[in-house]
């Protein structure tokens, strides 16, 4: 990736990020998924994943997030239940925040990427009735040391506006896929070959149940659904 000028997260930065596992209490399947509200989803707690170094809570609330930033489109639609309910019921009114790279591989508003003060590729939305939200956004791009993925934080609050629970997870791609995107699509194939794959990919370490289900090509974009469970 010395060639890549774009993309400055190093080693050492993937390595910290390695290192700051958070406190997570979410669930999440996709098998079955066809929509932002996949149905009656099982309530199994997944393993904690970390929220990451580059989440900056901007309080965007959009559901159009690019910004103009180039690559191929996706729309994201997630669902959100409890799962502490006996029926996993949805959740209202949960703030759902999600961010990722572009297709140069860089996160807005970190200093340390040249990128301070940009807000592209970030933003909330608030779950409706049935638990849904939905994001326009772009396939992200790679870094090095991890395979291509979008970071979820799920947060609820009182009327007082306390936060109550809080949760952060990723989702991820199948390999398949982001080969065909990468080869395809500018920005992705004016850079290096990706260095990491779903099965090197320390975080994902083989959690299908956060692999997005997505519909579409390579040619018009992708529309990727799950389902995610938080412990209120």
């Given at each position: 990736?010395?060639?890549?000028?774009?993309?400055?997260?190093?080693?050492?930065?993937?390595?910290g990020m390695l290192g700051s596992i958070?406190?997570?209490?979410?669930?999440?399947?996709?098998?079955?998924?066809?929509?932002?509200?996949?149905?009656?989803?099982?309530?199994?707690?997944?393993?904690?994943?970390?929220?990451?170094?580059?989440?900056?809570?901007?309080?965007?609330?959009?559901?159009e997030i690019s910004d103009g930033q180039?690559?191929?489109?996706?729309?994201?639609?997630?669902?959100?239940?409890?799962?502490?309910?006996?029926?996993?019921?949805?959740?209202?009114?949960?703030?759902?925040?999600?961010?990722?790279?572009?297709?140069?591989?860089?996160?807005?508003?970190?200093?340390?990427?040249?990128?301070?003060?940009?807000?592209?590729?970030?933003?909330?939305?608030?779950?409706?009735?049935?638990?849904?939200?939905?994001?326009?956004?772009?396939?992200?791009?790679?870094?090095?040391?991890?395979?291509?993925?979008?970071?979820?934080?799920?947060?609820?609050?009182?009327?007082?506006?306390?936060?109550?629970?809080?949760?952060?997870?990723?989702?991820?791609?199948?390999?398949?896929?982001?080969?065909?995107?990468?080869?395809?699509?500018?920005?992705?194939?004016?850079?290096?070959?990706?260095?990491?794959?779903?099965?090197?990919?320390?975080?994902?370490?083989?959690?299908?149940?956060?692999?997005?289900?997505?519909?579409?090509?390579?040619?018009?974009?992708?529309?990727?659904?799950?389902?995610?469970?938080?412990?209120?």
């Open positions: 990736m010395a060639n890549d000028k774009t993309s400055q997260i190093t080693r050492r930065t993937v390595l958070g406190v997570v209490s979410i669930v999440g399947r996709l098998e079955g998924a066809s929509g932002a509200n996949a149905g009656s989803p099982n309530c199994v707690l997944t393993p904690q994943l970390t929220e990451g170094p580059f989440f900056v809570d901007e309080k965007l609330n959009r559901a180039a690559g191929l489109p996706l729309r994201l639609n997630i669902y959100v239940y409890d799962a502490n309910s006996s029926a996993c019921g949805a959740v209202p009114g949960a703030q759902i925040d999600i961010w990722h790279t572009n297709g140069k591989g860089i996160y807005s508003d970190v200093p340390g990427l040249g990128s301070a003060e940009q807000t592209f590729l970030r933003g909330y939305q608030i779950t409706d009735k049935n638990g849904n939200v939905s994001f326009t956004t772009i396939y992200p791009g790679w870094y090095y040391g991890r395979t291509s993925h979008i970071h979820v934080k799920a947060r609820t609050f009182n009327a007082a506006g306390n936060e109550t629970s809080e949760a952060s997870t990723q989702l991820f791609f199948e390999d398949r896929i982001t080969d065909a995107v990468y080869a395809s699509n500018l920005p992705y194939n004016s850079r290096p070959a990706r260095d990491t794959r779903n099965s090197q990919d320390g975080i994902y370490g083989g959690r299908t149940g956060l692999l997005l289900k997505l519909t579409g090509d390579t040619r018009s974009g992708y529309v990727g659904a799950i389902t995610i469970g938080i412990s209120l």
